[in-house]
Nanobody
C-alpha cells in the first residue's frame, strides 16, 4: 500500500509562485512514476506534470514555461514549482503515483491552489 501526502497549496495573486510537495510512504519501491493532476470546479481532472522513476519529465502544454516538476526518485518525493500563476490555474491539485508492474494507482487527498486576479 502507498500513501501520498501533499502540501504547499494556498492563495496567491496572479503572477505569483507556489511550490507543491508530495511524498510517498509505504511500499514505495514499486512506484514507477509520479504525477500531478488538477481539477477545477466543473472540469475534468487533467494531467499537469509527470516524472518517471528513470528521471524523465513531462508537462502539459498549458503550463510549459511556467511550471517545473522535480524530485528525488529514491525517496519518492516530487515537487511542482509553479511560477507566473494565472487565475485559470486555480484548482485542486492532486499527487498521483503509479505502479506499472501491479497496475495500481494511488491518489493524494489534494491541495487547493487559488490564484486571484
Amino acid at each position: 500500500q502507498v500513501r501520498l501526502l501533499e502540501s504547499g497549496g494556498g492563495l496567491v495573486q496572479a503572477g505569483g509562485s507556489l511550490r507543491l510537495s508530495c511524498v510517498a510512504s509505504g511500499s514505495i519501491s514499486s512506484i514507477s512514476s509520479m504525477h500531478w493532476f488538477r481539477q477545477a470546479p466543473g472540469n475534468q481532472r487533467e494531467l499537469v506534470a509527470t516524472m518517471t522513476s528513470g528521471g524523465s519529465t513531462g508537462l502539459a502544454d498549458s503550463v510549459k514555461g511556467r511550471f517545473t516538476i522535480s524530485g528525488d526518485n529514491a525517496k519518492k518525493l516530487v515537487y511542482l514549482q509553479m511560477n507566473s500563476l494565472k487565475p485559470e490555474d486555480t484548482a485542486v491539485y492532486y499527487c498521483n503515483a503509479r505502479e506499472e508492474f501491479f497496475a495500481r494507482t494511488y491518489w493524494g487527498q489534494g491541495t487547493q491552489v487559488t490564484v486571484s486576479s
